[in-house]
């Protein structure tokens, strides 16, 4: 099959004040490390890819790291986005905009025409305590059937395992090492291609 348009994707990652206060475990280097690979991978496949990085935390649904066609050209700019991530994380509110930041990507994702859309929500898994249910958010990935919509949970390994039990099959995967996540997203590419 012939790709016509870029494929538009949007990342949405966990910059909120748990992962800087709980990096013990690593989530926030992991995560920054994740979004490196992301970008370096899609170095030069602006043709392929259109793609938009963003935040959320307590404070927003809608920190703009990357916006959406406009890719970081050189390391200092990459290493902008990882610096914005590491300060907000470190400085914002505590709260949890994840339900937010899924909604506003779904529909933000869908706005120009593309060959296939996809939306990556990246989170910590901490959502149940801030009324998030596995339920409401598989709602919300689901609810538009043309993106290809999913959560990864990088932290809080039985939670993140609990969180993806209870969301339909294929939706929610639990990444709790860097080396996973190139296999994973390539997993996710290419059944969501097949199907």
Known sequence: MVQR???????VVDVSGSMAYFNGDQRLDRLCASVVMLMEALIGLDHKYQYEIVGHSGE?????????????VNRNERLAVIQ???DHAASCASGDNTLGAAIRAMRFVRREEADDYFVFLI???NLEIYGVTPEVLADELM?????NAYAIF???PEVALEMQKRMPAGRAHVCNNNEEMPALFKTIFSRAILK
Do not use: W
């Open 84 to 86: 914005t991530m590491i």
């Open 154 to 156: 990088i932290a809080e």
């Open 123 to 125: 989170s910590d898994a």
């Open 60 to 72: 927003t649904h809608d920190l703009c790291l990357v916006p959406m066609g406009r890719p970081p």
């Open 143 to 147: 609810k538009d059937k043309s993106v």
């Open 5 to 11: 348009l870029p494929k538009r994707v949007s990342f």
